[in-house]
């Protein structure tokens, strides 16, 4: 006997108090498929705002949508994207990824001035 998970994938819209979804009946196998169909039906990719108020970057180069929303074509006209965490908090994570980078460097010459 063998098995195997199967993977797939719905969409929700975030418009407030909506419950539109797209592929729930398991007939998306992952957020690329997901996205190309939704976007023939009208759904939009919205970005986050920076923190100066204005949208920043839907999809990041390496494919990451963490920074937008996914807004059904009913809820598009009245939707409010969110704002990004403040670049402060960005900033700090930022030194804290060096800080071990470097730090990781460090340990693998063996810590030598
Ligand atoms: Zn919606």
């Avoid at 797939?8 to 690329?32: F, K, M, P, Q, S």
């Avoid at 759904?43 to 986050?48: C, F, G, M, S, T």
């Avoid at 908090?89 to 470097?102: F, G």
Wanted: with cysteine; net charge positive.
């Amino acid at each position: 006997m063998a098995g195997k998970p199967l993977y797939r994938y719905v969409l929700t819209c975030d418009g407030d108090g909506c419950d539109a979804t797209l592929g729930a009946n398991g007939e998306l196998e992952n957020a690329i498929v997901a996205r190309t169909i939704a976007a023939t039906q009208g759904w939009a990719l919205v970005p986050k705002l920076r923190a100066n108020g204005k949208p920043g970057k839907a999809v990041r180069s390496d494919g990451n949508t963490a920074n937008a929303h996914d807004v059904c074509p009913d809820c598009q006209p009245t939707f409010q994207p969110e704002r990004m965490a403040s670049r402060a908090n960005t900033y700090v994570r930022d030194l804290q990824e060096e800080n071990q980078r470097l730090r990781a460097q460090l340990s693998s010459r063996g810590h030598q001035p």
